[in-house]
């Protein structure tokens, strides 16, 4: 199994940027989609960003909320999945967690089978 850490969170102003990183070890990432996903306080947890499988050539996908300012990526080189955030806004606040899955490609937490231990984002406005 694959364990992730997630890092890169912290307090920004709205407008700013930051990059997320989950670093992967035991296993390679490039024999699993990854997607970040998020929890606000009181919430759900939320699907952000998801990226597929290398082989399938693929797109990456994201949720509405934040298309066309995250951007979603993989050096499987590093084992590492990144989450570029930027024109961030004070609705993307909450706790961001990476994750695994065997499925070529998905957005539903239900087939995720590891996660990070999440990082805080919070976004002043």
């Known amino acids: 199994q694959v364990q992730l850490v997630e890092s890169g969170g912290g307090l920004v102003q709205a407008g700013g940027s930051l990059r997320l990183s989950c670093a992967a070890s035991?296993?390679?990432?490039?024999?699993?989609?990854m997607a970040w996903f998020r929890q606000a306080p009181g919430k759900e947890r939320h699907f952000v960003s998801a990226i597929p499988i290398p082989y399938t050539g693929g797109s990456t996908y994201y949720a509405d909320s934040v298309k066309g300012r995250f951007t979603i990526s993989r050096d499987n080189a590093k084992n590492t999945v990144y989450l570029q955030m930027n024109s961030l806004k004070p609705d993307d606040t909450a706790v961001y967690y990476c994750?695994?899955?065997?499925?070529?490609?998905?957005?539903?937490?239900?087939?995720?089978?590891?996660w990070g231990q999440g990082t805080q984002v919070t976004v002043s406005s």
């Open positions: 994750a695994a899955s065997r499925k070529l490609v998905s957005s539903f937490a239900t087939d995720f089978h590891s």
């Open positions: 035991g296993r390679t990432i490039s024999s699993y989609s």
